[in-house]
């Protein structure tokens, strides 16, 4: 079965400050990946996703990006940090063979002071 | 367009259904999904339905699909308490997105 790495699980970052957080899969190959942000109170907005190594979407324009490295690792990246950049980050991955199911992980709480 | 539309609020009372009602408007969904959120953790699938099915029955779990309305809706029989959370409606976008509503928050009272 898949399972979803997600770290750290709660996060306190000065504002200014860069941030780097990492997602890997296990249990899956080439999968779909995402990143997902929900802001306090609200739905899941989506970030990035990406279909293979070293492709990214970029759906929001934002001090944020996301790399690839790898078939199974995803990358959400800033080199300074907002004040709303402030939430909960979430990675997913799709499973199946049509790709038709989502799994997120546990998610990380960014509080960006 | 790519907004999905739910109610914020449902309170029920335990042992009662709980009908929490979804709109989507990209008539090209391939599926519709429904999610579960407990605090402070990650989105669990609950059931999805193929955009082709009227109704899907998983357990304690009825989906309905009305693609005419472009409604989708959850009905959990027999609440309990640990159905208290976040539901979060989705729907395919394209061939690689889903777009979710805002959440229903599920409150279950003795």
């Known amino acids: 079965s898949q399972t979803i790495h997600q770290w750290p699980a709660t996060l306190v970052q000065p504002v200014g400050s860069p941030l780097s957080l990492e997602c890997t899969v296990e249990g899956t190959s080439n999968p779909n990946l995402y990143w997902y942000r929900q802001a306090a109170g609200r739905g899941l907005q989506l970030l990035f996703y990406s279909v293979g190594i070293g492709q990214i979407s970029s759906e929001v324009p934002q001090n944020l990006s996301a790399s690839r490295p790898q078939d199974r690792q995803f990358i959400l990246s800033s080199k300074k940090l907002l004040l709303s950049d402030s939430g909960f980050y979430l990675c997913a991955s799709t499973v199946g063979t049509g790709n038709e199911k989502l799994f997120f992980g546990s998610g990380t709480q960014l509080s960006v002071l | 367009g790519e907004d999905v539309e739910q109610s914020l609020f449902l309170s029920v009372r335990e042992g009662d259904s709980s009908v929490i009602n979804c709109t989507y408007t990209?008539?090209?969904?391939?599926?519709l999904y429904w999610y579960k959120q407990e605090p402070g953790a990650g989105l669990q699938l609950l059931t999805y339905?193929?955009?082709?099915?009227d109704m899907k029955q998983d357990q304690r779990l009825t989906v309905l699909l009305n693609k005419k309305d472009k409604h989708l809706s959850l009905r959990i029989a027999d609440t309990q308490t640990g159905d208290s959370a976040i539901y979060f409606c989705?729907?395919?976008?394209?061939?690689?997105?889903?777009?979710f509503g805002a959440g229903t928050t599920v409150t279950v009272r003795a």
């Open positions: 990209d008539s090209s969904s391939t599926y």
């Open positions: 989705a729907e395919t976008v394209g061939d690689y997105k889903l777009s």
């Open positions: 339905i193929f955009s082709n099915m």
